[in-house]
């Protein structure tokens, strides 16, 4: 049937992702190791912090794992459409702890700022270099693999990982910075964390506006439409189309469309070709169309 074979690769881009996710957490963690060592051994508050938002990342990944979980759970009688709407509830509670994350180093940054401390040591550029490295090839690959699936808490996820490239990026200048200037320069890697919660909480913007965008059902784009559109009237039956509305859900969408047809068929023609939209509409793989509201309405 058309409504399983599209639940069992709804639940294989779900289970997927949500092993990419995993991955994600094993690196952020290896990653965090690796800069809570360097920031205490080379004196740089800039890379404990970077430490700290990692372990957050794992926080959020977890999250967001979770979310792919329960959204590939099939439609049940409390939830006829499916469980996708978990997967952008993930990424807008990633967003929220963007937001609790950047507070929380700027505050750190400004207190070490006003206390006296050691220069960092020159290695810890060399640290900031690897995850910079790192962390930009994970969040292209998130990235892109989000893309293909049609999931905003990868994009979320993507885009975390970028900022979390952002923040090393930052703390090497800064530390750069307080190498080159010498005594009295010292400071400089904690602007530099300073500095990085503005991008954080940029980052953590955008994330909510793309999660809410999902859960407040904005429309797809013109394009995706137009190509539903263009599926529909091809079927045979359908002399036009009075209105075509698609919202995303999860990892799928939702359709609901009204269909012109021969004023002078019967209920059963009218019916069949009503199905035959549905079907043509939902195996369309690469538009991850889950179910389809047809409504049949008469021409002269």
Known sequence: MPGTDHHARTTRRAEDSARLVLRGIALNLALAAVKAAGGVLGHTYALIADAAESLLDILTSLLVWAGFRVAARPPDENHPYGHGKAEPLAALAVAVFVFAMAGFVGLEAVHEIRTPHHAPEWWTLLVLAGVVVVKIWFSRRMGSAGEEVGSTALGVEAMHHYSDALTSGAAFVGIAVALWGGPGWETADDWAALFACVVIAFNGFNMTGKALGDIMDT???????????????????????????????????????QVRVDGELTVREGHAIAHAVKDALIDSAPHSISDVTVHVEPMK
């Open 219 to 257: 429309a797809v784009s013109e394009k995706f439409a137009n190509e539903v559109r263009d599926i529909a009237s091809a079927v045979p039956g359908v002399r036009a189309l009075h209105k075509v509305r698609v919202r995303k859900s999860g990892l799928s969408h939702l359709v609901d469309i």
